[in-house]
């Protein structure tokens, strides 16, 4: 196989994959949305229909017009961006204090980031039900220590809320923020400190900017699925908490209005491109 073969199966399959895998079901959900609810099975009228195509919009004008949709969208990106910043300010640690410990020590701690995918993910989210409960272990400890006399209302919050998303997603932000920071060049901040640089300069100066590239990938990596988790909120989160997830499970499963429920997702998608493609752009320039 010609070295033009071999780079046109390394392009191929990848571009084969995105088609598979994300082209064609997002073609499937714009024709959803572009349909009309109706009675039956599926529950919705195709825009391809007497020999043409007659799209609809109202249900892309309904989500500008409903606040209740906006809110909802607002609402999941405020939420992803307060859990990847949370995850970044717990992991950033993490991740450099297994990059700098000694090599026999690294793939154990690595070992330990990851525990956590050995279990279920519904099964270790329901756990912080018990955690945090009023008869929980959590205010029993803080009941036992003397610091409350009665039991705080944790569960169905946006702190358990936010808990859960931080817990649920570490690893997700420590991974390749370890991956960006394992890569760098010791001697780097040696210099830097035999030119008189404190620890703290150091790290703003050398250390910091050096793994920016990881930073920005971990980030992405917890906003982009948080934006449109739905079990943590439903299992931890109180009334309030109306993301994206629960309205499009309400959409599809209790209204079936399958046409807005897709015009949701493929708004939500298309909030969700614009920081990929800005990460691109910036990786690219590197």
Excluded: H
């Amino acid at each position: 196989m010609t070295s033009r073969s071999l780079r046109l199966v390394a392009l191929g399959l990848p571009a084969l994959w995105m088609a598979c895998f994300f082209l064609a079901p997002f073609a499937i959900l714009l024709t959803i949305a572009l349909g009309e609810s109706a009675e039956g099975l599926p529950p919705y009228a195709s825009p391809f229909r007497d020999g043409g195509f007659t799209p609809n919009w109202a249900n892309f004008a309904m989500l500008a017009e409903d606040g209740f949709y906006a809110e909802a969208l607002l609402r999941s990106l405020r939420v992803a961006t307060v859990s990847a910043s949370l995850c970044m300010l717990i992991g950033y640690p993490m991740a450099l204090a297994i990059a700098r410990a000694p090599e026999r020590w690294r793939n154990p701690l690595l070992l330990a980031v990851m525990l956590p995918f050995w279990t279920s993910f519904l099964l270790r989210v329901t756990a912080w039900i018990g955690i945090l409960q009023d008869q929980g272990w959590l205010n029993a400890a803080l009941m036992g220590l003397g610091l409350t006399s009665e039991p705080v209302p944790l569960l169905y919050t946006e702190f358990a809320m936010y808990l859960g998303m931080s817990y649920g997603y570490l690893p997700f932000a420590v991974l390749p923020l370890y991956a960006s920071l394992s890569k760098q060049d010791p001697a780097l901040e040696e210099a830097a400190f035999d030119l008189g640089a404190t620890p703290w300069r150091v790290f703003l100066s050398v250390t910091l900017p050096l793994s920016l590239p990881g930073v920005v990938a971990a980030f992405l990596l917890v906003f982009i699925p948080a934006c449109g988790e739905f079990v943590i909120p439903e299992l931890l989160g109180g009334p309030s908490a109306q993301l994206v997830g629960r309205v499009l499970w309400t959409e599809f499963f209790q209204n079936r209005d399958w046409p807005l429920a897709s015009a949701l997702a493929v708004a939500m998608l298309l909030l969700l491109v614009l920081p990929i493609a800005i990460f691109q752009r910036r990786a690219a320039k590197a």
